[in-house]
T-cell receptor, first 116, second 115 residues
């Protein structure tokens, strides 16, 4: 069974802390994504990666960075957490042919981050 | 730029009633279209997808959607709602081609099912 695993379901961090959200997939997918989900706003893409060590900004990259050192792992980093980054964070992965990113995406369970 | 519009944020139906969740897309050419479902405290799960084959697409759990190019719509339906269908539903779009094309999601619709 395909699997995308996020390291934490719930996290509480303090303002100014550096926060790492980890995501691992076991499907040998090339593409990986980080979204944040907020009520009434749907899912908004933060960053995505279509290959190891490759990354591209999504729609709301400000305040975030990412790392993809291995194909199966994609990390989201909040350099200095702020209260407006309190949200649900969803990781996803998908395969691709060429560099198309429009195949089915598989999602992790999500990490609910609270910044106090 | 492509986008999807899901009208309304909440739909409530009685158990056994028809479910209709609306999705309209904006794209210069017919895109790929997806419906995802999110049950409470879980990630998103694919219900069905349109990839330019048949316009009527059948998905899991008795859901189906019809692609209508003339109306730029991809509405999700189910003939008879079940209590277990209560969840949040997202429509998503991506272009057929293009390097670095990606999924764009709508804002989601919460479906409630009354006994």
């Amino acid at each position: 069974d395909v699997k995308v695993t996020q390291s934490s379901r719930y996290l509480v961090k303090r303002t100014g802390e550096k926060v790492f959200l980890e995501c691992v997939q076991d499907m040998d997918h090339e593409n990986m994504f980080w979204y944040r989900q907020d009520p009434g706003l749907g899912l908004r893409l933060i960053y995505f990666s279509y290959d190891v060590k490759m990354k591209e900004k999504g729609d709301i990259p400000e305040g975030y960075s990412v790392s993809r050192e291995k194909k199966e792992r994609f990390s989201l980093i909040l350099e200095s957490a702020s209260t407006n980054q309190t949200s649900m964070y969803l990781c996803a992965s998908s395969s691709h042919f060429g560099r198309a990113l429009n195949t089915e995406a598989f999602f992790g369970q999500g990490t609910r981050l609270t910044v106090v | 730029a492509q986008s999807v519009t899901q009208l309304g944020s909440h739909v409530s139906v009685s158990e056994g009633a028809l479910v209709l969740l609306r999705c309209n897309y904006s794209s210069s050419v017919p895109p790929y279209l997806f419906w995802y479902v999110q049950y409470p405290n879980q990630g998103l799960q694919l219900l069905l997808k349109y990839t330019s084959a048949a316009t009527l697409v059948k998905g899991i759990n008795g859901f189906e959607a019809e692609f209508k190019k003339s109306e730029t719509s991809f509405h999700l339906t189910k003939p008879s709602a079940h209590m277990s269908d209560a969840a949040e539903y997202f429509c998503a779009v991506s272009p057929l081609t293009g390097a670095n094309s990606k999924l764009t999601f709508g804002k989601g619709i919460t479906l409630s099912v009354r006994p």
